[in-house]
């Protein structure tokens, strides 16, 4: 009766396998697609500035842009039926 959990581990132990195949390659998809998602690694060490819209200009934009309402606007209107 004494010997008897120690024989228990050891058949539980026997049923158990390693995974050395497995093990090694863990977290490689994830590695991989971390790896695919970014384009240009040394885009931090870029000290060139982004050509293209001044500051004033952008602002000036979107300005006009929230001013006008965002997008188009329907032309009719659905609570109406399309009458104005």
């Known amino acids: 009766m004494r010997y008897v959990p120690i024989l228990l581990a050891g058949a ?16 490689l998809a994830t590695r991989m697609a971390l790896m695919q998602q970014v384009i240009d690694p040394a885009a931090a060490r870029n000290t060139d500035p982004v050509t293209g819209m001044d500051g004033r200009s952008a602002r000036a934009a979107y300005e006009h842009y929230q001013k006008s309402g965002g997008e188009s606007q329907p032309t009719q209107s659905l609570a109406t039926g399309g009458l104005k």
């Open 12 to 27: 539980l132990s026997a049923c158990t396998s390693t995974t050395p195949h497995w093990d090694s390659r863990f977290g």
